[in-house]
């Protein structure tokens, strides 16, 4: 559940990043988005042994000795020593890592463009941060689902189905010992409650119909009246 909502409040925010007939939609989906990210972080430290998220940052700890043992065989001009599921696994936990870790300057700076704090030091920099933060991420996503779409292949497996299902076909312990059904039913209820809350909150709602155009422009005369 958390994956698909990050998923779809990344892309909405990125389809909705231009214009301001989508802003507040754009800015829903970015408060969403840190509000996932704050719930992982928790989740990572205080939830199930198996979805912390030590075991991932200790996973990575192990890159400069599986990057030692790929100089030794490239000096050797063999490649029998290499671990590639290590590598394989190295990329993953690599991309995950920096989808969370992006999120924080992304967020960041789309709340300081939409409170305009770049306006004290003039130019549109923080503007252009978020962008680049927006776009960093994208590629990102990109390289991450192109990688499992390779392994997928390469393998004659669907890797990606396990994030759905949450089961892996074949012998071995059960890492799960139950599904936390009722969490992410929680999780989806919150963000809709919020979104819905956002609705409530924004004049036009999130979605512009056709008369916010008109709306918008009558507003703008009588200011400028």
């Known amino acids: 559940m958390f994956h698909g909502l990050f998923a779809l409040s990344f892309i909405g925010a990125y389809l909705t990043a231009d214009g301001e007939r989508w802003r ?5 989906l970015g408060y969403t988005l ?3 990210l704050a719930f992982r ?20 700890g192990s890159a400069p000795a599986w990057l030692r043992s790929m100089a030794d065989a ?33 967020t960041l700076s789309g709340y300081g463009t939409y409170k ?10 923080l503007e252009d941060l978020h962008e680049f933060f927006g776009e960093a991420i994208l590629a990102v996503v990109l390289g991450h689902v192109g990688l499992i ?25 059960d890492l799960v010992k139950r599904n936390h059904a009722w969490l992410a039913a929680l999780l989806l209820l919150a963000v809709m409650a919020f979104i819905g809350w956002q609705w409530q909150q924004s004049p036009h709602g999130l979605i512009p119909t056709p008369g916010w155009m008109q709306s918008s422009s009558d507003q703008g005369h009588d200011e400028g009246d």
């Open 41 to 60: 972080v928790l989740y990572g430290l205080f939830g199930p042994r198996h979805a912390r998220l030590g075991p991932m940052f200790r996973k990575l």
């Open 24 to 28: 507040a939609l754009h800015v829903s």
């Open 116 to 125: 305009e704090w770049g306006d004290f030091l003039g130019g549109e920099w």
């Open 149 to 173: 779409a390779a392994l997928s292949a390469f393998r004659r497996k669907n890797q990606a189905l396990p994030m759905i299902t949450g089961q892996v076909a074949g012998a071995g312990p």
């Open 74 to 106: 490239a000096r050797q001009g063999s490649v029998q020593g290499i671990n590639w599921r290590q590598g394989q696994n190295l990329l993953i936990a690599g991309a995950v890592v920096a989808l969370l870790a992006l999120v924080v300057p992304l």
């Open 34 to 36: 840190a509000g996932l």
